[in-house]
């Protein structure tokens, strides 16, 4: 029996590594597009930034540590061109062939501009170790004093900060006005205030036109990071009679099996169920194209194991701040059909003696039932630990009467008595009940 | 209608201030034994540390607070000393009687030898803001190099790290096994291991038999500070005819009633129910107090609501580490008819780049059904974070795979790809599978 993956990063290496420790005799190629494997893609914007010093600090693994500690062959520089699923077989660019009795297909996602040709050599993605490199000797080679970054996403804010950090004054730009892909105004204005109070210049519902050596449109900009119109990469799998979702990104049972019997996808490339919505998503993320992954690769070596789905849950540090989020905001639970209800809080995490700061919290839940459906916290601390606690609750189904009464721990260094998460829990069973 | 709640720190002062709010009309008198109300017990170490400058920092809100803002009546100086249920009275010290139609017991807990006549003047408990500031100053003003903790649990072992700070060379004696009440040989070697590290001599299965003026046995003691026999205060409850549980603590139901209609009981003095045995327990925390309290408040004052129970969630900082646990430690979750399987791991909580420490993990769950029972997080970083969630899976009966799954909160800055918790959760479901 051979297992083929497609794809060395996330999602492909741990459905790799987990279909080796289900079954030891299986074959197994992992075999990816780029010159590297096994890379942390959420380090980019710290190898930008400059903390982590050298590109190797975001390697994980070697194509030889696979080889040798987990007998996985991992070929690297292999772009797989065609899969045909009848002859049970991928071709790659080269021209050669590889037979497969297991796929799982883990090509992850791009943004719109990645690889366009005629872009000056100031613009920049920041997708691969290779685009961190060059944004980073960039930087450091000729010191722009202005910059352009299109897309207030994770990756574009992320971004925002790295550039601010080495001296940049930065402009974002965001077609639509949700920041962090989130419709919520109680969101944004923390957001927006946290880019602007460290100097970051935010314009929301622009587009950017024309990307020039020296501008974006009125924007001077000696370097331009593009961090908009992220895609998953389907084609190769649509080609093959793979089915693509709603979502634009390959559709999956909860095995992570595809239309295709025996063809797996997990990762950027794929949709998980929203436990929430009880939908088809596609949020791509590390923490699901791990998850997933491994999910994948148990099926595809004989295991029977089910991915529990997702809720939606990420954080995102901006000048020292967590921005985390769970669950839908109060407009896509109006959407997806809820009557949502929806309060925000700002309470200090602990005493001032030691160092409380405050945290914002949200919390969203359907007024029919009282299921909690979505929160958000903000804080300089404790917000992922807190937005953890309402992943969790979303995950259990929890009603905010239940929520209201969690056992959560205090001591003075660590808590307040009434933690955050309880005193807008109260406040949201309070507006429940007018 | 009147209200008299007896005792005026948080579980009394929650059930005030909520049947206030649910009953603007009703009259509430608060009668609390001591001179102080509404003071932060948990914060009573970091104060004898020296972290809290002034004892006015440990009082959330004074008599006159509650008599202009929410118009209630506190007494402070009022010792109940009878309560005549058949006439619905309780007559103080001073032999003034105050009648009520519903009654909020919280006269709270003590330990052993609290207030024990004949102990030298360097013998302290830390109990109240006058134990604390008393010891404060003993400690300012004799500077004794030699101390002495009895007891191991959380007062203990935070007064040890407050007397330490101090320049205080300390010895713990524990008459058990256990530290910080936990019969878990993983858990007592962690804390023994960072109060040795601290410099904390540590000796368990010793009893202080005899304490002198300078020393606990052949212990050097300039200063002692006992921590050992709490118990609750329910002697006045109980001649009144009030049920005392098998814990010796009040019985209550789940609307914090006791056996006499109208009157209710919570906070150190009251049991509750535990979510993970379903049967009554008691854990004097003053969460518990504050959330069991205001429960109470809400059902004197004619509303109808239920405390939904606790899982034992606590947290305790021990120079600088946090030690947290919830749920049951896998002997009591044997002794409580379970068969408990135990897994304990450590991880690095975030990429070095971002400061990452260890994170100790301890998950135990049931072997017949794979329902989590309990766990146990130690780190210097996100041990509150990581205990809520376990706490928050117990409060929804989760089980260990669907844990496993749990979509929790990464990038570099706050957590690892493979969160701690999870890494814990796929050791267990293999030890499981076993």
């Known amino acids: 029996m051979a297992l083929v993956v497609i794809g060395g990063v996330a999602a492909g290496l741990s459905a790799a590594a987990r279909a080796r420790r289900i079954d030891p005799q299986l074959e197994i190629v992992v075999l990816e597009k780029g010159p590297l494997i096994s890379y942390g893609a959420c380090g980019l914007p710290y190898f930008v930034e400059g903390r982590i010093r050298d590109a190797s600090g975001l390697i994980v693994y070697t194509p030889e540590y696979f080889r040798k500690e987990r007998n996985i062959e991992v070929r690297t520089q292999a772009r797989v061109v065609t899969i045909s699923h009848p002859r049970r077989e991928v071709t790659l660019e080269s021209g050669d062939r590889v037979r497969y009795d297991r796929l799982v297909i883990s090509t992850g996602a ?47 804010l992320e971004a925002a900060d790295a550039l601010r950090r080495n001296g940049v004054r930065v402009t974002v730009l965001e077609r639509s006005a949700n920041l962090l892909l989130r419709d919520d105004a109680w969101w944004t204005a923390l957001v927006r205030k946290q880019l602007e109070t460290h100097g970051v210049e935010l314009h929301c519902g622009v587009e950017a036109k024309s990307i020039q050596e020296d501008r974006v449109g009125d924007f001077p900009a000696g370097v331009v990071v593009v961090a908009a119109g992220f895609r998953p990469n389907v084609e190769l799998a649509s080609a093959a009679g793979v089915e693509i979702g709603r979502t ?60 529990g789905g997702i809720v939606g849950t990420s954080i995102v540090g901006l000048f020292g701040v967590g921005f985390a989020t769970t669950g839908l905001t109060a407009s896509q639970a109006r959407s997806e059909g809820f009557s949502p209800v929806a309060v925000q809080i700002e309470s200090k995490n602990k005493a001032g003696y030691f160092q409380g700061v405050k945290s914002h919290v949200e919390l969203v839940c359907d007024r029919a039932t009282g299921r909690l459906l979505g929160g958000s916290v903000v804080s300089e601390d404790g917000a992922a630990g807190r937005i953890n606690v309402i992943a969790t609750a979303l995950h259990a189904g929890m009603r905010v009467e239940q929520f209201e009464q969690l056992d959560l721990a205090y001591s003075p260094p660590f808590a307040t008595v009434w933690d955050p998460l309880l005193i807008a829990a109260q406040q949201l069973v309070r507006e429940l009940a007018k």
């Open 248 to 307: 634009g990104a390959i559709a999956t049972d909860d095995r992570m099996e595809t239309n295709l019997r025996g063809v797996y996808a997990a990762g950027d490339c794929a949709e998980v169920q929203h436990l929430v919505t009880g939908r088809p998503t596609w949020i791509p993320l590390g923490t699901t194209a791990n998850k997933a992954g491994r999910v994948a690769g148990a099926n595809a070596a004989g295991a029977r194991e089910r991915f």
């Open 110 to 156: 791009r943004c719109d501009t990645c690889g366009l040709p005629g872009l000056p050599p100031s613009v920049f993605t920041l997708h691969t170790v290779d685009d961190a490199t060059r944004l980073r000797t960039f930087l450091q080679e000729k010191q722009p004093r202005h910059g352009v970054v299109i897309g207030a996403g994770y990756i574009g």
